[in-house]
């Protein structure tokens, strides 16, 4: 059982258009992370939440962590090619003594056609 | 400020051979270090992580194993390598004086023939 299902998997669109991409789980977590990722590159951190309903932007990239913090989900407005890519959502969850080990979704792998 | 490295990038190696990747940190002192593992397109597994020298928990029963010989430098090996080994290896560490947001490496691409 994944602990973090994450959805879509899949995702093709056109520039200009809008998308959400969901992180779900059963757990709590103290706080969710959201990585983009090149083919053979490392994922590159996008953005942390930490606080239950807590919303961030980056640009045109909207980040919602849910209020009981079993959730989170990406929202981009006016996709453009240059947001093709995998975007990974990763948690850490609450409680006990955890080392600050992530526990991944499946990805989202995104593509925006010009 | 504060840099990971991981070498080699690449690595083609026949079954049964020996296995040595390396990752270091830089910037940083004691940090959280991890080992993952990643199929084509998807997410991560994690392999192995050490919060301090010499010391490493393992997540997954498997043919590698991991070392940290020193505060910053931290190696995943195999004394035999498996077809099933073949992946993208990646390594992230965590600051102790920041939250638990993880920095990755570029990764090493391995495959085993």
């Known amino acids: 059982t994944q602990l973090l299902e994450q959805s879509p998997q899949f995702l093709s669109i056109q520039e200009g258009e809008n998308l959400t991409v969901y992180c779900n789980s059963s757990?709590?977590?103290?706080?969710l992370q959201w990585y983009r990722q090149e083919p053979g590159e490392g994922p590159v951190l996008l953005v942390t939440?930490?606080?239950?309903?807590e919303v961030k932007k980056l640009k045109r990239l909207t980040f919602q962590f849910g209020d009981a913090r079993k959730d989170s989900s990406l929202h981009i407005t006016a996709a453009q090619p240059g947001d093709t890519g995998l975007y990974l959502c990763?948690?850490?969850?609450?409680?006990?003594?955890?080392?600050?080990?992530?526990?991944f979704g499946q990805g989202t792998i995104l593509t925006v056609h010009p | 400020s504060q840099t990971i490295h991981q070498w080699p990038a690449t690595l083609v190696q026949p079954v049964g051979s020996p296995l040595s990747l390396e990752c270091t940190v830089e910037?940083?002192?004691?940090?959280?270090l991890y080992w993952y593992r990643q199929a084509a397109g998807r997410g991560l597994q994690l392999l192995f992580y050490?919060?301090?020298?010499?010391?490493i928990s393992s997540e997954v029963p498997q043919n590698l194993s991991a070392s940290r010989p020193q505060d910053r430098q931290f190696i995943l090996s195999s004394k035999k390598l498996l077809l099933s080994d073949s992946g993208f290896y990646l390594c992230?560490?965590?600051?102790?004086?920041?939250?638990?947001?993880?920095?990755f490496g570029p990764g090493t691409r391995l495959t085993v023939l």
């Open positions: 990763a948690g850490v969850e609450a409680g006990g003594t955890s080392y600050g080990k992530l526990t």
């Open positions: 757990s709590v977590f103290s706080s």
């Open positions: 939440v930490v606080t239950g309903g």
């Open positions: 910037g940083t002192s004691n940090p959280n």
């Open positions: 050490s919060v301090g020298i010499g010391q």
């Open positions: 992230a560490y965590t600051s102790p004086f920041g939250t638990d947001t993880q920095y």
